[in-house]
């Protein structure tokens, strides 16, 4: 006999406005305790010394995680110069000191470097693996980490204010896989000077805005009143905005629902293409790849509760 899930069905994304000193896994345990949900998962983690989005998404929401993890970023965030530390922000111990201070010209002079694609060496304190185990773990127990370089995306990188002698603060627009710790850190030894993120705000994660993002303290105050805390929640359609969409009828629905794929027909409908989101509706029933005038479901979502 199957186990019976704990907590609601309900599915959708929250854009949580992140609070400081909260990490993003206690986010999620949080709100899927406050909406007594079934399931949730976060896309794109933030530090606990970060602030802002972070999309959260509750059920079947969760099948279009990776499409959100994978989408642009925007970012607001403060440099300290003239100290480098060991988990490239502020929270960590300091490791170097320089009495050098870039100038606003100096600093606008070196921008065009770090825009575009560029190789980028994550931060020792990361999440990312190394033989199995997690690179802040072996840091933080003393073990020497090396990571590798890899290739990310900057789409802007500019300067906002120089502030005062110390601080700096800039904008950035960047891809999957970016770190700012790290472009925080490599700027400040390309302009000969320590430095560190002393303050950093997300403020968008594609395709949610940071006008999106609701504070944690307001659905705080809204606990035990399901109906009001799910009027906060988003279509799972919307996660997917930008994709190409295509519209199906009832009968299709239920195929696709059923894992099988349905033959397209119509002088409009693609050859081929990928990352395609059957509609029904209003509502995202499954995604997949166009091939050969089908449609073939990879992620397919259950039917809303509801319908």
């Known amino acids: 006999m199957a186990r019976r899930k704990k907590g609601r069905p309900v599915s959708g994304w929250l854009v949580l406005d992140k609070p400081l000193e909260l990490g993003s896994t206690q986010a999620v345990g949080k709100l899927r305790w406050l909406f007594q949900a079934q399931k949730a998962g976060h896309a794109g983690t933030l530090d606990p010394l970060a602030t802002g989005v972070l999309p959260i998404a509750f059920g079947e929401a969760t099948k279009t995680v990776p499409f959100v993890t994978d989408g642009m970023k925007s970012y607001r965030f403060s440099i300290r ?39 980028q060496v994550p931060p020792a304190f990361s999440a990312i693996k190394i033989d199995g185990k997690r690179a802040y773990a072996e840091a933080r127990a003393g073990r020497e980490v090396e990571l590798e370089a890899r290739k990310i ?4 990188f ?21 770190y ?9 030894e390309a302009l000969g000077c320590c430095a560190h993120v002393s303050d950093l705000r997300r403020t968008f994660v594609e ?33 997917m905005t930008g994709y190409p969409e295509l519209r199906v009828d009832a009968d299709q629905a239920r195929r696709i629902r059923l894992g099988n794929g349905i033959i397209l027909r119509g002088r409009d409908v693609p050859v081929e293409s990928e990352d395609v989101c ?15 005038g089908s449609f073939n479901p990879r992620r397919v979502l259950a039917a809303p509760t509801s319908a």
């Open 81 to 119: 110069w003239g100290r480098a530390t060991n988990t490239d922000d502020a929270e960590g111990e300091v490791v170097a000191r320089s009495d050098e201070r870039p100038s606003e010209s100096d600093v606008l002079e070196l921008l065009p470097r770090f825009r575009g694609e560029i190789a």
């Open 153 to 156: 995306f900057i789409e802007s």
């Open 158 to 178: 500019d300067l906002v204010d120089m502030g005062d002698a110390d601080h700096a603060t800039f904008e950035v627009s960047c891809g999957s896989g970016t």
């Open 180 to 188: 700012v710790r790290s472009l925080a850190r490599d700027l400040g």
């Open 207 to 239: 395709p949610f805005e940071e006008n999106d993002a609701v504070l944690l303290d307001h659905l705080l105050a809204l606990e035990g009143d399901l109906a009001a805390l799910d009027d906060y929640l988003i279509s799972p359609r919307q996660a």
């Open 278 to 292: 059957a509609i029904h509706r209003g509502e995202l029933v499954a995604i997949g790849n166009v091939e050969k």
